[in-house]
């Protein structure tokens, strides 16, 4: 029996932007579904509109051989359809069972806490999903946190998950464990959808695969009768270069970044770095692993200026410049590509005005004014250079997809010829193609002798691009050496804080 059935869908917004076009989507019940995509295909999209958060412009969508029409993500909840984003909601000080007591009591108010505690008990017996009920969620680490998104889903009798990007925040042993969970919830009937961009993890988890290119369906296919190679050559229509051959290093030069015993505060006064010490000479790669939140953006943050230590200094070139202020560490040779593009780039502004946003003294004169002709010209080199579309410097950034925003924010940083670039998840949420591109042009980068500070949870890019590899938890490093020096499973150990 087909679980979803969602046809002929369009979606077009009012400022004529057509989402999808007339796509076809169809998943059987009791199957782990891949839905595939570059960014801006539109998946996203078809979910939100199968969940009830957006409305079609046309077309016709089925539940379980039912037709439906949502008007909000309460009627598909009624109808058993449960979304679990990257961000999960839950309240952080209370405890699991109040967070799912908040959850159920919101669709059905007659429901009582020790309804809920029983009915939770006797579907973690029944899944495995293995949730301390009376700790509060803070105390949780992320993957128990999206165990128990998924049982708030369940307990709300959800018979169709639908998951976005789950594995984005996990470390390679909780990625495991969900993927058992996911295998054990389908073999007890539960739809699962899958939205992810990641081939290996689509290849071991889901039995189907569709992908999604500009808005329309390329085609569903069987995982197991699919290569890696042909599911992103369905998704950007060329072949892609999905393992980069990291070119032989001409040798570590001299040093350019020292950090020396660096502390930092967090928030709310608790340390977030504690004892930090790194080196990043020129010409190679060290790769920053660890869940998110484990110190990573404070260490960049830090490295840029936008943080001060309580202790420790930093040294670039041999000058310490721990005090200075972030525009002098531009000067001096610093830069920095934060992971979120809502915090690398102003979204309002053209592309030509955030192609100049970290240099813009050297296109102002005395006055203050800005040099535009100036400025279009390094716009347009790095449009032209970095394959940016639509190729307009005049478009609003907004309008671009993640991944040409990506292309230019790492554009923009490279075009300075920096002697150290600190860089966070440069791939984070793009489509194979950008992939390719962006970790091309950072080992580019590293052979023309700069020396790169790559932070990034994904294991694949780390062991790609990385000459050094050091590890992260809680504001420590656990381990640090020789990219050659480790396996996924050792730096997945050492992630979750034990010694490997």
Known sequence: MKAVEMLGIRKIYPDGVVALRGVDFEVEEGEIHGLLGENGAGKTTLMRILYGEIHATDGEIKVFGRRVRFRSPRDAIRHGIAMIYQHFSLVPTM??????????????????????????????????????LGKTVEELPVGVQQRVEILKALIRDARILILD?????LTPLEVEELFTSLRRLRDKGITIILITHKLREAKAITDRVTVLRRGSKVGTVKTSEASEQQLARMMVARDVELVIEKPPSRGPGREVLRIEDIWVKGG???????????????????????????????????IAGLRKPYKGRILLDSRDVTWLDTKERYRLGIAYIPES??????????VLENSILTSIDEYTGRLGIVNWKKAKEKAVEVIKEYGVQPPNPDTPVKFLSGGNQQKLMVGREIARKPRILVVAEPTQGVDVASTEFIRKRLLELRNQGIGILLVSTDLDEIFQLSDRVAVMYEGRIMGEGRVEEFTPEKIGLLMGGVNA
């Open 341 to 350: 593009r809502k915090i690398g780039l102003i979204h309002d502004m053209s």
């Open 95 to 132: 405890s699991v069972l109040d967070n799912l007591y908040l959850s159920m009591s919101a669709v059905n108010p007659g429901v009582s806490r020790d309804d809920t505690e029983e009915r939770a008990e006797k579907l973690i017996a029944e899944t495995g999903l293995r949730i301390p």
């Open 268 to 302: 709310e006064g608790v340390d977030a770095l504690r004892g930090v010490s790194l080196v990043v000479r020129e010409g190679e790669i060290l790769g920053i692993a660890g869940v998110q939140g484990n110190g990573q953006t404070e260490l960049c943050e830090t």
């Open 165 to 169: 990007e789950p594995t984005s925040v």
